[in-house]
């Protein structure tokens, strides 16, 4: 696995953390005590900070959120043309 830099844990929610010399990035959080387990950094369970991949396109979107703008647009366009879903994990 590759060692994630300042921009990736920022990006995933860890806007307390810091670029340490000789060291690498040590992973902090403004809304709740971070840490990382096996290399991985985590946010506690509810932190409003955490983030993960959109269903569709892999880009970063709150928790709590399914898909980015861009892909529920999409979606959208393509319910309101009458294409309906084969089923309900779709949405």
Do not use: I
């Not at 670029?19 to 932190?47: D, I, R, W, Y």
């Amino acid at each position: 696995m590759a060692k994630l830099t300042l921009d990736d844990v920022e990006n995933l929610g860890f806007d307390n953390s810091r670029l340490m010399p000789f060291k690498g990035v040590t992973v902090g959080c403004s809304q709740c005590q971070a840490v990382c387990v096996n290399g991985t950094p985590c946010h506690e369970t509810g932190c409003p900070n955490e983030r993960h991949e959109c269903f569709e396109c892999d880009t970063l979107v709150p928790k709590g959120v399914r898909l980015c703008d861009d892909c529920f647009d999409e979606l959208q366009r393509d319910y309101d043309a009458g294409f309906l879903p084969d089923d309900e994990d779709d949405f």
